[in-house]
């Protein structure tokens, strides 16, 4: 069965369902014919967005709810086929500033999603919402799946622990699970309200305000970014195929650019913006990860997944959809630079 035929009414959920790609995924689900709940907490700055949903809204249904509290998620997981689980916070700056709440929100949460799978769900497959920050600095490039997991913060400890959870249940309870290791994600609908979702967000934010960006140290620094679009789908692939069970995927862009080239072209696309090299933050120098750019053979072969939206395009779209909705997603500016 072809992998997208495969959710033609399909159960699926997805926690952080309302939230960057969780909602884009959630379209994608919606338009292959799926049955879709999205449980979405709804923590302010964390990206969760009810306007995500637009034109798809009476297509699912929508629970607003914690993944940390049990007894919610006892009862949403049952009868759910696919569960992609993409609740978390990401700010790296952020979990160093209050490691509890990153504790509780990457770790304590997906244990309690696991727990109610493994009592109330045990058929469900499940796909978690790695991140390439567990590697930390990087050893050789591009990085495999083999490469050391050093992460440099605590998001990136978190993290790394939360996909852990996921392989142990798999190998040891049975519940069939997996973890994409995603790189830079990009694309309409992620918060650009403040830098703390992504500096790619912020970035295009600045442009599209004829703002300074600000780039720290020379601008050399690589990485790979893939369009959102080809994440959920990984995503689909990943939750279509029981080859990925207890297994973690790399999911990256076709190539690395140096922030420097991103810049350049992300203000060629729009037309506006202007670049200004400035010295490293101290607190950010601290967790920098240097150059980082991944390998994704392991899931191509696997799936037969490939990103098919180059960086171009991917702003281009990107920076039209902004330009269309801006206020959704940047409304009580917190004038961070």
Not at 146 to 175: M, R, S
Not at 188 to 193: A, E, G
Not at 270 to 281: D, F, H, L, Q, S
């Amino acid at each position: 069965m072809d992998y997208r035929e495969f959710y033609r009414g399909r159960r699926v959920m997805i926690t952080g369902g309302l939230g960057f790609i969780g909602s884009n995924l959630a379209r994608q689900l919606v338009a292959l014919g799926a049955d879709v709940l999205l449980v979405d907490a709804l923590i302010p700055d964390y990206g969760g967005n009810l306007f995500n949903i637009n034109g798809i809204a009476e297509r699912l249904r929508i629970s607003v709810a914690d993944v940390r509290e049990a007894s919610m998620m006892n009862h949403l997981v049952r009868n759910r086929e696919v569960i992609f689980n993409l609740a978390g916070q990401v700010s790296h700056i952020d979990s160093m500033k209050d490691p509890h709440a990153d504790l509780e929100i990457n770790c304590h949460s997906h244990l309690t999603l696991l727990e109610a799978c493994r009592h109330h769900n045990p058929d469900a497959k499940v796909v978690y919402a790695g991140t390439r920050q567990i590697y930390g600095r990087s050893e050789s490039l591009p990085v495999t799946e083999a490469h050391l997991v050093n992460p440099t913060d605590v998001n990136g400890i978190n993290k790394a622990a939360g996909e852990q959870y996921h392989l142990v249940y798999n190998n040891v309870f049975h519940v069939r699970a997996c973890s994409l290791r995603l790189t830079n994600v990009y694309g309409p609908r992620q918060l650009i309200r403040h830098n703390r979702q992504g500096f790619i967000g912020w970035f295009i934010r600045l442009a599209l305000e004829n703002r300074t960006i600000q780039i720290y140290g020379d601008g050399s620094q690589l990485r790979d970014f893939v369009y959102v679009d080809d994440a959920a789908d990984a995503f689909l692939r990943a939750g279509a195929t029981d080859a990925c069970n207890g297994q973690a995927f790399n999911v990256g862009g076709t190539h690395a650019i140096s922030h420097r080239d991103l810049t350049t072209l992300l203000i060629d696309i729009a037309g506006t913006g202007r670049v200004e090299y400035i010295e490293w933050p101290c607190e950010k120098k601290a967790i920098d990860i240097g150059d980082f750019y991944a390998d994704s053979s392991k899931m191509i072969t696997a799936t037969g997944w490939q990103p098919t939206v180059d960086l171009h395009e991917g702003l281009t779209h990107t920076l039209a959809f902004y330009r269309e909705h801006f206020n959704h997603y940047a409304a009580e500016e917190t004038k961070q630079a």
